[in-house]
């Protein structure tokens, strides 16, 4: 048996819809509401590949069921998986998931006896390999744009290349916050899917007048949800083998309870966080919260219990082929070096949080992805791999390309963000980077304090247990980065050496440190901006 309805109350229009027999009664029972109610239950569910449109840019999209409805501007790629809001006859109106395209609107399942979409279910081998391409997942952080050239390599990307790919933005967009709309709207352009979280940068007050750094917050989560950027945990349904990636977004704050490793104490006037960092003075928080006792970091840590999709994320994380989390803080104190490298060695309190520790060791994920010290990093620890792939400023790729790289980003190939996943590869090969391969080769060693390198001497006075240089038997960080950045960090050597040998005949007290562009004594230029940065080379 079937019951035919009326669904005018959707359309404002005859029409009908046939409802299987076992909803008969709750349909009887409670009228016309049950049946819109039934309709839309049933229709949510279904997802659909776009098999149409290979030979002309796509499948068009009308705003409405009618075929005389206005027609948008760009079509619906082939290949797009999209989710169903409704169905009447071989009209579907549509959600996007994956692909380039309008965001929701109307399209034909078929045009004469060819499929333009069908049920993803349904989707057979032989026509997913008519699917134009895979779907890829790219990271990117700390990339800046208040600087002039790094606006530029976003304005570089290419408009078409990414349009069916997925970004995952860590943090440290911008100062301003109408730098960080420009920006993100700029890479939500080139992309099919932009997730972001803020990091520091994004949360000073810097011409920001409508209240706190909380408040900042709040309009730039705000302004994301208006542009379609995503803020809160979402699912990926990637490419030609229709696997489905988990993405989370985990906001976090740094606080200095977060370093637990010793301190530096053969030296004397060593800097304390609160006194070099540009958070301290640069963001503003509402009563009581407080960047020393931590409690902004919790706060901004329990924001994400109230992101929508967050709990069922957690709940439901083991049905996904992989789980992909990102933060702009460090949850591991092994993903930064350790102290003694550091200019000065007090960044090591304002780079982590161990909230956001605990929160990625309950989530598990498969990768995990971090910004704010512009060291390239790719590691794996307990089963997750961390990776960072920060832009970073200008003077610190010109300066040290071999720190700030992971793998060939973002100096020697500079057209486009790090590679985190492919629909049809997988997971990439480990890009290598200076500061893990050091680790792999020697170790983790906080416990040494006294060696301080002589690059970070500048910044301390020395005490009668207190040392300069190297661990015996250890090769500077620099060498172990890429290949092509460790050639031109040479070549550079050699050319300051050149200089200053000139200058020493003309002036006896030059040097290489102390001409160095990057360490002159006593100022600290990078550390005034928040963010924990290499000791030159």
Not at 49 to 57: E, H, M, P, R, S
Not at 452 to 462: K, L
Request: glycine share 8%; net charge neutral; charged share 25%.
């Amino acid at each position: 048996m079937v019951v035919t309805a009326s669904i005018a109350l959707f359309h404002c229009q005859s029409s009908t819809s046939r409802v299987p027999e076992n909803v008969v009664t709750d349909i009887l029972a409670q009228g016309c509401c049950a049946v819109r109610d039934f309709r839309v239950e049933r229709m949510r569910g279904e997802r659909w590949q776009v098999l149409g449109g290979a030979d002309t840019g796509g499948v068009l999209v009308r705003s409405g069921r009618s075929l005389a409805s206005e027609q948008l501007a760009d079509r619906l790629s082939c290949g797009a998986l999209i989710l169903e809001l409704e169905l009447v006859g071989d009209r579907l109106c549509y959600e996007k998931l994956t692909g380039h395209g309008p965001k929701k609107g109307w399209i034909s399942t078929k045009l004469k006896d060819k499929k333009l979409a069908v049920l993803a279910k349904d989707v057979k081998t032989s026509q997913l390999a008519e699917v134009e391409g895979e779907v890829r997942i790219w990271a990117l952080s700390d990339i800046h744009t208040d600087k002039a050239e790094n606006m530029k390599w976003i304005e570089g990307l290419s408009p078409a290349e990414f349009r069916s790919d997925v970004l995952i933005l860590a943090g440290d967009v911008a100062n301003t916050f109408e730098a960080l709309k420009h920006s993100v709207l700029l890479l939500r352009e080139r992309f099919g899917r932009v997730f972001f979280c803020p990091g520091n940068h994004d949360l000073w007050m810097q011409g920001w007048k409508n209240g706190d750094s909380m408040d900042k917050l709040n309009a730039i989560i705000d302004v994301c949800k208006l542009h379609d950027v995503e803020t809160s945990p979402g699912i990926v349904d990637t490419g030609r083998k229709l696997k489905r990636v988990l993405v989370v977004p985990l906001l976090s704050w740094h606080h200095p309870q977060w370093d637990t490793e010793p301190e530096l104490l053969e030296w004397s006037n060593v800097p304390t966080a609160g006194k070099t960092v540009a958070d301290y003075w640069a963001t503003k928080w509402p009563r009581p919260l407080q960047m020393e006792d931590g409690s902004v970091a919790r706060a901004m840590d329990e924001w994400n219990d109230k992101a929508a999709g967050y709990a069922e994320a957690l709940a439901r994380k083991e049905e996904f082929d992989a789980v992909i989390s990102f933060s702009h803080f460090v949850p591991r104190l092994e993903l930064v070096p350790e102290k003694r490298y550091l200019i000065p060695a007090c960044l090591s309190k304002a780079v982590g949080s161990s909230y956001l520790q605990d929160r990625v060791a309950r989530l598990k994920p498969h990768v995990h992805v971090f910004g704010h010290t512009h060291f390239g990093y790719d590691m794996e620890i307990d089963g997750t791999r961390f990776l960072q792939a920060a832009l970073a400023t200008p003077q610190e790729r010109a300066f040290g390309g071999s720190i700030v790289s992971l793998g060939t980003f973002p100096v020697i190939e500079a057209s486009k963000p790090c590679k985190v996943w492919d629909s049809d590869l997988g997971w990439p090969s480990i890009y290598r980077s200076s500061w893990c391969e050091y680790y792999r080769r020697y170790g983790r060693q906080a416990h040494v304090t006294s060696i301080v390198p002589s690059v970070c001497c500048n910044f301390y006075s020395p005490t009668a247990a207190s040392k300069s240089g190297w661990i015996a038997g250890r090769m500077p960080i620099w060498l172990f980065g890429p290949l092509q950045h460790r050639l031109y960090e040479a070549q550079m050597v050699l050319q300051e050496v050149r200089d200053t040998t000139g200058k020493d005949a003309r002036d006896a007290r030059g040097s290489i440190a102390s001409t160095s562009p990057l360490s002159a004594r006593g100022e600290p230029s990078f550390v005034s901006a928040g963010d924990a940065i290499r000791a030159p080379t």
